[in-house]
């Protein structure tokens, strides 16, 4: 037993059952000795419930987390170069891949009997922004070990982007007068070219973090379709064992009432035994 296993099993339990297996497992390192390992042990944290359903996210869809985070790093490094129009495409793009992320956490709250009211959505938002926009945050997301929900400033708005970008320097008037007109075209030609070389690159990266968030947003939908359709089965499974309940109920009754029955019936046997018993002792005296 160390932390870490002790760690990978308390996070992937119910906070309901958290501080009852922590001290369980306090305990158990106490008695073999181990003061470090309880005092360690002792100081996890219970989950919030926002950040356990992202521990639940991590743990059930391993393979999409991972995605998402690696895009995260595509956009941070994209989102520098492109333009005001290109980032509020990225913004929508970022938003549905949330929005399908958030469908896969809803899926597995139903599917553990916990509803995700609207400020644990926020928070859960919050967070999957954060591990996007912060390579901090999408570390500690993938952990699968967190103990409170993530908050960051997220990625900047297409505005403030455009607005922090520098102003192209323009020559001097003396360098103007001074430097050759065919000089001045080839330098702004290179520059051109080497912003058009950029911006390719740019809308290269985007056009692949498209497709691994749309590859993401079709797994998340087949998680959720799935998810439904297993409530469904565990539905119907509940109302018919709610039938068969209430038949063996009914069996139950009936088992009684013929027992009360039979007992009733044995009563009068054995003192019709006893009054005959009785009138052949008289005769025979």
Known sequence: MDINS?????????PEEFTAARNLREKQAKAIGDAQLATSI??????????WLANQLVRAHPAEVESFVDLGAA???????LSGDQLRALGKQRRQLVNALMQQIRALANAAGHNVSQDTARRLEDTLHAALADQRAAAQLRTGRL??????????????????RPSP???SPDAATTEPVEQRRADQLGRAELDEQVARAALLD???????????????E???????????????KLDEAEIQGLRLEQQHRAAQAELGRA????????RQLDEAVQRREGLSR
């Open 75 to 81: 956009l941070r490094e994209a989102t520098a170069r």
């Open 169 to 171: 320097e323009l020559p």
């Open 6 to 14: 002790v760690g990978e099993e308390l996070y992937s339990l119910s």
């Open 42 to 51: 002792h100081q996890l944290r219970k989950p919030s419930m926002g950040a």
């Open 222 to 236: 087949a998680a959720a379709q799935e998810a439904a359709a297993l409530v469904s089965r565990l539905r119907a």
């Open 263 to 270: 007992k009733r019936t044995v009563q009068q046997a054995t």
């Open 206 to 220: 985007a056009a692949k973090g498209q497709e691994r968030a749309q590859a993401v947003a079709e797994r998340a």
């Open 147 to 164: 103990t409170d929900t993530l908050a960051g400033e997220g990625f900047p708005s297409a505005r403030a982007v455009t607005s922090t």
